[in-house]
């Protein structure tokens, strides 16, 4: 089983809908879960970080973490053409003190498509 | 503030090459990580170091790429002989003590190993 699961898609809704991107993990340590918006060719850029279970919203965008299921959600809201790209999941582990290693390990990313 | 920067861009080489890939993170960041990109693999980390000290480098995949950071402000990635399977993108990315999690990832270097 992969550490950090996702469905590599493509997902596709249409402009204005509710882009709903999901992503699973095995490691019950995990301690913080975060979520990168690559554009082809391009790097991944950090859009949302979540510590704790429940929703954390910053403008069009919710992370939702369900540390009991081992699930991460990211919820696109009004979903623009601009939000092409591939989404990354990515998962910090801690050590058996609590101590985080600073470690990301990243899912294979579900790309996303938002057509006019 | 400037971002991660890397160099080259891009690099086109033939096997047996050796390749070196710098990074400078952002200053003030005591966190630098190295990680691959590929299709069939995805995101992998190859190394990280803390205050320029390798930290873990079980992801680097053979003793053919090797790591260094002589200095807070730059680190390299050298792999000798270089093959065609370790075509790649390779990132660099940087964070800071207190939200080392956070990562800030460089434009990456775009590797053909001919």
């Known amino acids: 089983q992969k550490e950090v699961e996702q469905n590599s898609g493509p997902l596709s809704v249409p402009e204005g809908a509710i882009a709903s991107l999901n992503c699973t993990y095995s490691?019950?340590?995990?301690?913080?879960f975060f979520w990168y918006r690559q554009y082809s060719g391009k790097s991944p850029e950090l859009i949302m970080s979540?510590?704790?279970?429940g929703d954390k919203e910053d403008g069009r965008f919710t992370a939702q973490l369900n540390k009991a299921s081992q699930y991460v959600s990211l919820l696109i809201r009004d979903s623009q053409p601009s939000d092409s790209a591939t989404y990354l999941c990515?998962?910090?582990?801690?050590?058996?003190?609590?101590?985080?290693?600073?470690?990301?390990?990243f899912g294979q990313g579900t790309i996303l498509t938002v057509h006019p | 503030d400037a971002g991660v920067i890397q160099s080259p861009r891009h690099e086109v080489t033939e096997m047996g090459q050796e390749v070196t890939l710098r990074c400078k993170p952002i200053?003030?960041?005591?966190?630098l990580f190295w990680y691959r990109q590929t299709m069939m693999r995805g995101l992998e980390l190859l190394i990280y170091?803390?205050?320029?000290?390798?930290?873990?480098d079980s992801g680097m995949p053979e003793d053919r790429f090797s790591a260094k950071m002589p200095n807070a402000s730059f680190s390299t990635l050298k792999i000798q002989p270089s093959e065609p399977r370790d075509s790649a993108v390779y990132f660099c990315?940087?964070?800071?003590?207190?939200?080392?999690?956070?990562?800030?990832f460089g434009p990456g270097t775009r590797l053909l190993v001919l």
């Open positions: 990315a940087s964070s800071f003590m207190d939200r080392k999690e956070t990562q800030y």
């Open positions: 490691d019950r340590g995990s301690q913080s």
């Open positions: 979540i510590y704790s279970n």
């Open positions: 990515a998962v910090n582990i801690a050590n058996a003190g609590g101590t985080s290693y600073g470690k990301l390990t």
């Open positions: 200053s003030g960041h005591d966190y």
């Open positions: 170091f803390n205050n320029n000290v390798p930290i873990d």
